[in-house]
């Protein structure tokens, strides 16, 4: 039997008994359910499988990248199987598919400048930030969503601008020319989108803005936002009032986070999914963490770590009690005993009773969420599950029929959800069943969604069948983290507890400047406790608290069981 090799061991656990005692029966008595076919099957990871790994991520991304670059910059989007540049939809105002999150402003360019650097091409990003400088410009008649804009734009160019001027992560680079462009930019950018607020008049953004003149005339544009739109600009925005002095940006972004809070059910304490805008009374009482609603619950956890704000955390803490309440459906632990395998529904924000039988794909970066709060045991079990849609159909679907078990929507955009909660739970846990997790993705968007220019959304997971789309977060985000997953020496990697990951994957360095004094007594001490994770059993080194059940259904998949026979040590440094 084989276990982890010691180059992916990296901590000592010198309190674990012989190798050989590591069976399935040993799992069971500490409280972790493993079968041994699990053991064999996923305990081990090739370092080759690693680098061949690495180094196909990377070509991916390159051939993605470039083609973007040679047919469609300065447009915001590439359309990879006709070689060719996506900007607005001119001719049809209202097609906010495409509207929203394409503005005329090089997106794809932006939302990629942090992803060339950790990929490794610094020569790349200096000549991307030049031409960003040169060319992009927010002086646009375009109507964009604000959250949209908020996190791929903003957040990409305040990235950059971040990783310019912080040294500690990336030391070798270094721009003599730059002067802060990019800020300014960010700043511009931040000064059109406020305008969403002078349209409501309870606090909570209008949804969309023109870039040149503000909230539209039709009173329909201003009338419904979602609960993520609405409540997750903290960081950004929070982000750019400290880097430009400007406190405006962060003290509208946290209003709107606590007027949606405050509008909460009196009896479940749940979000709905839809505000009106105008009025605060919830257009839809669909409550869940999934489209329309995560980044909101993220952002809470995340303001409190940029910021240092107990009252984001006050909020995330009482949010996610009760989510767990009403949301999370199946036993209390993992599926074990015969019980049913946890995930996350969605329900009546004020009765709590489930709609809807189905759960969608976004929800598949919940998990990283727990984790962040230390919740593992959780945020395993539910990666869980929509692991093994996956494995179903080489993708995720937009929604998945849980009742039914079959995709309900079967678009697969080429998201990065998955992707992410794969690369945090491996950095969390170091289990090589990640890295089996993270392969088997990339070869399945390899096969399944690369074209003659790039790689496309997948139409339909059931058929194959593709659009000629492929959006900005697939470069900034899906890549960014499978790259990240196999390349262990990143500098993201090593200097890990440095950075914080926004919700489109740009990462932004934590300085203890951010952190303002919230909360405090009289005395300058807190007064709040300190918050604190659970500690993670070194066991999930080696076995993950899931059901044999669930194990033994990917023994039905072909995967490629690594071959023994080549050198690796065994066991523990």
């Known amino acids: 039997m084989h276990i982890v090799p010691s180059s992916i061991l990296l901590i000592p656990l010198l309190s674990f008994p012989a190798v050989s005692s590591l069976t399935s029966a040993f799992f069971k008595q500490n409280g972790i359910p493993v079968s041994n076919y699990s053991l064999n099957t996923f305990g081990y990871f090739p370092a080759r499988w690693r680098e061949e790994s690495k180094q196909m991520v990377k070509q991916m991304f390159y051939f993605a990248y470039d083609n973007y670059m040679q047919h469609a910059w300065p447009k915001d989007e590439l359309n990879p199987i006709d070689c060719c540049g996506r900007g607005p939809d001119w001719k049809n105002p209202e097609n906010i598919n495409i509207n929203d999150v394409l503005g005329n402003f090089s997106l794809t360019l932006v939302d990629s400048l942090d992803s060339l650097i950790i990929f490794g091409n610094i020569t790349e990003f200096y000549r991307a930030v030049g031409l960003v400088i040169d060319t992009v410009s927010f002086d646009q008649d375009v109507t964009v969503q604000v959250f949209e804009t908020t996190i791929r734009m903003m957040g990409g160019l305040l990235s950059a601008h971040l990783l310019l001027n912080d040294t500690r992560v990336f030391p070798h680079i270094h721009l003599p020319t730059y002067q802060n462009e990019l800020l300014t930019l960010a700043a511009d950018l931040g000064e059109r989108l406020t305008w969403a607020f002078e349209g409501s008049p309870t606090g909570i953004p209008c949804p969309r803005v023109n870039l040149q003149q503000g909230v539209p005339t039709n009173k329909e544009s201003c009338r419904t936002n979602c609960l993520a739109g609405a409540g997750s600009l903290s960081v950004e925005w929070g982000l750019l009032s400290q880097l430009t002095g400007e406190e405006r940006y962060g003290r509208l972004a946290k209003e709107a986070v606590k007027n949606l809070w405050k509008r909460r059910s ?89 709609i809807g039988t189905w759960i969608d794909s976004l929800g598949a970066a919940f998990p990283a969420v727990q984790l962040l709060a230390g919740d593992t045991a959780d945020a395993i079990c539910l990666h869980h599950y929509y692991a093994e849609i996956w494995q179903r159909y080489g993708a995720l679907p937009e929604r998945f029929d849980v009742q039914h078990e079959k995709a309900h929507i079967p678009l697969y955009p080429l998201r990065p959800e998955l992707a992410e909660s794969t690369y945090f739970l491996y950095r969390a846990t170091k289990n090589p069943f990640y890295l089996h997790i993270g392969r088997n993705m990339v070869k399945s968007i390899e096969a399944m969604a690369k074209v003659k220019c790039g790689y496309a959304t997948v139409h339909s997971v059931l058929d194959g069948t593709l659009e000629d789309r492929m959006e900005s977060f697939f470069l900034s985000e899906t890549l960014k983290y499978l790259y990240l997953l196999f390349d262990e020496e990143n500098p993201v990697n090593v200097h890990e507890e440095k950075l914080l990951f926004t919700t489109e994957g740009h990462i932004i360095p934590l300085r203890a400047q951010y952190h303002k004094s919230f909360s405090k007594s009289s005395d300058g001490s807190s007064t709040k406790a300190l918050y604190s994770c659970r500690a993670l059993s070194s066991l999930y080194r080696y076995a993950l608290p899931i059901d044999e059940l669930y194990w033994r259904n990917y023994s039905e998949i072909p995967w490629q069981v690594p071959s023994f026979s080549e050198p690796n040590q065994c066991g523990l440094v």
């Open 266 to 354: 009196a009896t479940t304490g749940l979000l709905g999914n839809t505000i009106d805008v105008q009025t605060g009374a919830w257009a839809d009482s669909l409550s869940g963490v999934g489209a329309g609603m995560d980044s909101y619950y993220e952002y809470l956890l995340k303001a409190y770590i940029l910021f240092g704000d107990d009252e984001y955390l006050d909020i995330w803490t009482d949010a996610n009690s009760n989510s767990r309440i009403f949301h999370r459906f199946g036993g209390s632990d993992c599926g074990t005993n015969g019980t049913i395998h946890p995930f996350y529904v969605n329900v009546h924000m004020q009765t709590g009773n489930t």
